[in-house]
T-cell receptor, first 118, second 118 residues
Framework: AQKITQTQPGMFVQEKEAVTLDCTYD???????LFWYKQPSSGEMIFLIY??????QNATEGRYSLNFQKARKSANLVISASQLGDSAMYFC???????????????FGSGTRLSIRP | GAVVSQHPSRVICKSGTSVKIECRSL??????MFWYRQFPKQSLMLMAT?????????EQGVEKDKFLINHASLTLSTLTVTSAHPEDSSFYIC??????????????FGEGSWLTVV
């Protein structure tokens, strides 16, 4: 069963608008972490934001915020005031297992291609 | 954030030859490194987990003898594609586990390597 689901294969957004990228996950672990990565056309993966399963407040990093709804198992990424440079693939990822465990792995969703229109 | 360097960024090799890709953590020691493969417009697929000083753990379906992984030091892991064939052409990306007090085990990625086998 798919553990990380990104239902939006592609999105087009007008520059300066806010955009929400959806991510739902499935895990039976009590301790887990959720990540968002950005992948430009050049291929590198850029870490954007992290949310721990026990964190009570939603994570924010500059224009990025993570809308964490634990009961619904969703971890949507919100980008405020989108810029042309935000055009890229965005991957939601989950680390299963205890925070301090060296055995934990990260699994990825299928990604959402975000295109910003000028 | 932590820096991971991957080399070469692009490589073309002849069918039947072997090619080595290096992954270095530049400003931290990485006891664990990961190798991913990404097909066009798809998500990252974990190939193997590399632990310093021990044998790599391969994911199901990944040929150990074809994709040789060596993690000789805390800052260097190498992936060797042996007897490469055109179907091995892909984007290979490494990552290293870094510990951060705020996010626990976070994965930082190299720039990726485009392999073309002709």
């Amino acid at each position: 069963a798919q553990k990380i689901t990104q239902t939006q294969p592609g999105m087009f957004v007008q520059e300066k608008e806010a955009v929400t990228l959806d991510c739902t996950y499935d895990t039976s672990d009590q301790s887990y972490g959720l990540f968002w990565y950005k992948q430009p056309s050049s291929g590198e993966m850029i870490f954007l934001i992290y949310q721990g399963s026990y964190d009570e407040q939603n994570a924010t990093e500059g224009r990025y915020s993570l809308n964490f709804q634990k009961a619904r198992k969703s971890a949507n990424l919100v980008i405020s005031a989108s810029q042309l440079g935000d055009s890229a693939m965005y991957f939601c990822a989950m680390r299963e297992g205890y925070l301090y465990s060296s055995a934990s792995k990260i699994i990825f969703g299928s990604g959402t291609r975000l295109s910003i229109r000028p | 954030g932590a820096v991971v360097s991957q080399h070469p960024s692009r490589v073309i090799c002849k069918s039947g030859t072997s090619v080595k890709i290096e992954c270095r953590s530049l400003d931290f020691q990485a006891t664990t490194m990961f190798w991913y493969r990404q097909f066009p417009k798809q998500s990252l697929m974990l190939m193997a987990t590399s632990n310093e000083g021990s044998k790599a753990t391969y994911e199901q379906g990944v040929e150990k003898d074809k994709f040789l992984i060596n993690h000789a030091s805390l800052t260097l892991s190498t992936l060797t594609v042996t007897s490469a064939h055109p179907e091995d052409s892909s984007f290979y990306i490494c990552s290293a586990r870094a510990w951060d007090p705020s996010s626990g085990n976070t994965i930082y990625f190299g720039e990726g390597s485009w392999l073309t086998v002709v």
